[in-house]
């Protein structure tokens, strides 16, 4: 493709134009070649121009990438259970806390719970080996999960969730089948998003939830460490959103956005810095000191707003 013709490549959110704005390696496992994005002058997302075909997003995922292991169930401490119980709705869970003392917690700590909701029925989309739909599951949600990867659904079923092997679309679900649809750190992998959203929006109980995670590209991180920033994720990670175009793709599509929060830990810093100085990956977080620097970055880019990672919850309306 020419030069020309990858400048005129339009923004997988909006359609805008996309300028150039980087090239990068593969950072994490190592891929041979560099990867364009560019930006669109339209959203501002940053999005992998050309866009690759599906055979070459296959080959961009080695069967020992992490998501893909086999998970467990995440084990809740008093702490935990008792922001839930209070701030959440989840009354059938044993805390230890009074009320007051964990809705007083849950306004600084644990804010990415998602309300509870009672025989609620829950698709987790990438459950990679399941850990998160068997949490939930632990928590009384009826969870199942949407998978590409093999080996993840063997790990899945094997734990007793039901899982469907294939993309969303494929999977054929009933119209306002589901209570919540979570899609945590995928759709940033996603090439055709508006499709992606679209058919989430048709599964979706009216008022029920779309809960979306993934890396922010206004990050305070990214801002500093530019094309080592651990989360791009290049060539995975083919979008690369801010709260702004993200709420414009999910309200494109009948969405109201009802949460936007950051997030971040000190690992995202820890191995961005790895990247810039060629250390092995997960040299910095056995150095005291490099600790004690991620942990006062954690802090202001919670203060700044601009956190690694946005967490968005979308509603869509009752009366759809």
């Known amino acids: 493709m020419s030069e020309s013709a990858i400048e005129k490549q339009s923004c997988p959110i909006c359609g805008g134009v996309g300028q ?16 364009r994005y560019d930006a669109c002058t339209e959203c501002g997302a940053l999005y992998q121009a050309p866009t690759p075909t599906m055979e070459q997003i296959a080959s961009f995922y080695p069967q020992e990438y992490s998501p893909f292991k086999p998970g467990k169930a995440k084990e ?31 306004r600084f700590f644990y804010r990415d719970f998602i309300p509870f909701v009672a025989d609620g029925r829950l698709l987790d989309i990438g459950c990679g080996g399941g850990k998160y739909l068997l949490s939930m599951r632990h928590m009384g949600w009826q969870g199942e999960g949407v998978e590409l990867n093999e080996q993840a659904v063997e790990a899945c079923r094997q734990s007793g969730l039901e899982v469907f092997h294939g993309e969303l679309a494929d999977a054929a679900y009933m119209d306002n089948s589901f209570d919540l649809v979570t899609a945590r750190h995928v ?44 989360a791009n994720e290049v060539p ?68 700044s707003g601009r956190g690694d990672e946005l967490f968005m919850i979308f509603e869509k309306p009752k009366e759809h």
């Open 236 to 303: 995975r990670h083919l979008t690369l959103f801010s709260e702004k175009n993200l709420e414009y793709l999910a309200v494109q599509h009948g969405f109201r956005q009802v949460v936007a929060k950051t997030f971040t830990t000190p690992k995202i810093i820890l191995n961005s810095w790895d990247y810039l100085v060629g250390n092995r990956p997960e040299s910095s977080k056995r150095r005291k000191l490099h600790r004690l620097v991620a942990r006062i970055y954690v802090t202001m880019a919670a203060l």
């Open 187 to 230: 759709i940033e992998h996603i090439p055709d998003l508006n499709p992606f959203i679209a058919e989430i929006f048709r599964v979706v109980k009216p008022g029920g939830l779309m809960v979306l995670r993934t890396p922010n590209s206004a990050a305070l991180g990214r801002g500093w460490f530019g094309t080592n920033w651990f």
């Open 20 to 35: 150039f704005s980087f090239t990068s390696a593969d950072l994490l496992t190592g891929l041979p070649g560099d990867f």
């Open 76 to 106: 809740r401490n008093a702490i935990e259970r008792s922001v839930l119980r209070s701030c959440y709705g989840y009354r059938q869970l044993e805390g230890g806390l009074p009320d007051g003392l964990a809705a007083l917690l849950g």
